[in-house]
């Protein structure tokens, strides 16, 4: 081998590297995400402009008008409250499939003990049939009972009387609809492994929380930040009432009723996206699942990053740029990693498409309390950080200097067979 020969070796090295870079350059370049300037979702999300700049001294003053909605870089807005009356259910609890009880007949013993009401709603009495218990309350069951054991002649004499006491009200099925974030039938007051094991003394009554209307919301996800807080229906076999919700988020008193199996809640949606809403409380999630991918520098892989479940699981309310830091996208050399971007991706509830936007962490960093710029997150969003040019740069040099090590090798034995032969 001549010592020209060895030098076209790596002269086509050299080629090969700038060809490589001019490629990978190339490839490196792709379109940037739209921000879309409107959606019927979350305009913050997407409104991009600086048409406003007055956050830093405090919440810009716009007076809530029906029917209007705000801009999007009004901080905790709520929409006013829907115009018409509300009207609310008794309180009573009423009996559901599943819930036990124990009746009491003084004299008769055979006929007292504890009683739970079948899948269909009724209970079965011995020697008095079976009588309808569903959406009764404790009083009417009582009643009802009592008048059962009297027809069927239980009851001899007309003074005796039965005593009808609760013991455990069971899980019962909901339907939920409307401006929530998972809406279905879903299952409320779960019982744990002991308590369905029933008391271990005798003891009556029961305080059964999680029957109640916030139960249901937050079973079907919680209300998303457009619904109409102060327009929750609840339908009842043939009856519908409207229940305002609004004190949740602002501490007025809120309609809060017991539910019974089968009832159905229906959120209605307001027009208006209501940052105010955006938060944890009894109606919303306390907490948000975000899928996140930091494959940048200074953190190479996820797991390095540590990226977990507890990083993905964040308090509702989380900012864009939150997250970005609980995926440790912020941060490193400032030199190489200034100019870096991060890309939102979300599925619009209520249309069903997915939206991606595109913002500059650094201007993130620098217009963190700008709505329009740090948005909001909402469950099951994801997350993804790209580096910027110059770290794109110096990972492609890195790169080309893996791919075109055999040929330099290749090249630098030649030249040294060379000379070790000459």
Known sequence: MTKGTAVSHRHKALWITVLAMTALAGCAVGDNPENKADTLFSPQQFAYGREYEGQVGGTPSWNPIPGVCPPADIMNYIAPRAPGR??????HMRYSPGDRFHILVPGLPEFSGEYAINADGRVILPFAGEVKAVGLTNAE????????FLDANVLKESGAHVAVRPIQYAPINVFVSGAVFTPGRVAINNLSDT???GPTREQYGDAPLDRFVAAGLRAAGGVRPDADVSSIYLVRGARRYRL??????????VDDVALVSGDKLEVAESPCFQTGLIRPTQITPPGIRIFQSNLTVPATN???SSIGQFSGSLPYGTRFLQALASANCIGGTMSTNARRQAVLISRNPKTLQTQVIQRSIEELVRSADRDAVNPHLMPDDAIAC????VTEF?????VLGQATYPVNQSANSAWYLFHLHR
């Open 195 to 197: 308590s369905k094991l």
């Open 244 to 253: 305002n919700w609004r004190g949740a988020f602002t501490g007025e008193k």
């Open 302 to 304: 996820n797991a390095s």
């Open 394 to 398: 110096s990972e492609v040099l890195s």
């Open 141 to 148: 069951l009582n009643e009802t009972i009592e008048q059962a």
């Open 386 to 389: 790209y580096d910027s040019s």
């Open 86 to 91: 509300t009207s609310v259910p008794d309180s």
